[in-house]
């Protein structure tokens, strides 16, 4: 992000609480700062849902961070636990419900469920996973899954702590780790790993530059 987005982003969420995710919290936000509204549009062209996208965005970058610091030790599933459970601590339930509201528009749903599988690229991706082909896919559609349920189940969680949602979290945890192992394991099976890379060996994960190894298309901004 540029130094004008992020300081017009951290204006407007203040108004967010008030006017909701929309073109009213960023036109305050510019205004707050003396920034001229065309500015702003640029910056943010679709409004609300571009402003909820870049508070997104911004969470998932902190927590790329938070787990590049952070010495890899202990369980896989406990490490991906982790960072589902710390990616929710750094976001603010108000944002996220009200960014929430945007992205179930029809007009955004599309854009709202990349989000999520961003989520879980950036988690799988800085804890290290180094698959490809149809494991690097199946992976995170699992973990978009669970990340969106997750996120769904901590917005109405009010126990101590939010530890039912902590609870929630390493049930869904287990049942994608119980997946991956039967995946693994059925693929060691006399000729099932031979038919399925037959059957979708053209798929690739995205390369360095974005754009797929094989039929697809670039990623979206």
């Given at each position: 992000?540029?130094?004008?987005?992020?300081?017009?982003?951290?204006?407007?969420?203040i108004h967010v609480p008030f006017d909701g995710m929309n073109d009213r919290a960023l036109a305050a936000g510019a205004r707050?700062?003396?920034?001229?509204?065309?500015?702003?549009?640029?910056?943010?062209?679709?409004?609300?849902?571009?402003?909820?996208?870049?508070?997104?965005?911004?969470?998932?970058?902190?927590?790329?961070?938070?787990?590049?610091?952070?010495?890899?030790?202990?369980?896989?599933?406990?490490?991906?636990?982790?960072?589902?459970?710390?990616?929710?601590?750094i976001a603010d339930p108000e944002l996220v419900r009200a960014g929430a509201s945007v992205m179930a528009l029809p007009q955004?749903?599309?854009?709202?469920?990349?989000?999520?599988?961003?989520?879980?690229?950036?988690?799988?991706?800085?804890?290290?996973?180094?698959?490809?082909?149809?494991?690097?896919?199946?992976?995170?559609?699992?973990?978009?899954?669970?990340?969106?349920?997750?996120?769904?189940?901590?917005?109405?969680?009010?126990?101590?702590?939010?530890?039912?949602?902590?609870?929630?979290?390493?049930?869904?945890?287990?049942?994608?780790?119980?997946?991956?192992?039967?995946?693994?394991?059925?693929?060691?099976?006399?000729?099932?790993?031979?038919?399925?890379?037959?059957?979708?060996?053209?798929?690739?994960?995205?390369?360095?530059?974005?754009?797929?190894?094989?039929?697809?298309?670039?990623?979206?901004?």
């Amino acid at each position: 992000m540029t130094d004008s987005l992020h300081r017009l982003l951290d204006a407007a969420l203040i108004h967010v609480p008030f006017d909701g995710m929309n073109d009213r919290a960023l036109a305050a936000g510019a205004r707050d700062i003396g920034m001229a509204h065309e500015l702003a549009r640029t910056l943010f062209p679709q409004g609300g849902a571009s402003l909820a996208a870049a508070y997104h965005r911004r969470g998932d970058a902190e927590l790329r961070r938070w787990i590049a610091a952070r010495p890899a030790q202990g369980r896989f599933r406990d490490r991906v636990a982790e960072a589902i459970w710390h990616r929710l601590e750094i976001a603010d339930p108000e944002l996220v419900r009200a960014g929430a509201s945007v992205m179930a528009l029809p007009q955004n749903a599309a854009r709202g469920a990349r989000l999520m599988w961003d989520t879980a690229d950036t988690i799988w991706d800085a804890l290290g996973d180094s698959s490809a082909d149809v494991s690097w896919w199946t992976k995170r559609a699992s973990l978009s899954s669970v990340w969106g349920a997750a996120v769904l189940y901590w917005l109405g969680d009010y126990s101590e702590g939010r530890g039912d949602t902590r609870a929630f979290i390493d049930r869904r945890i287990d049942d994608v780790m119980r997946f991956e192992k039967l995946k693994g394991a059925a693929r060691k099976l006399p000729g099932v790993g031979l038919a399925a890379d037959l059957a979708t060996g053209w798929i690739r994960k995205p390369a360095a530059d974005g754009r797929f190894a094989a039929p697809g298309r670039a990623k979206e901004d």
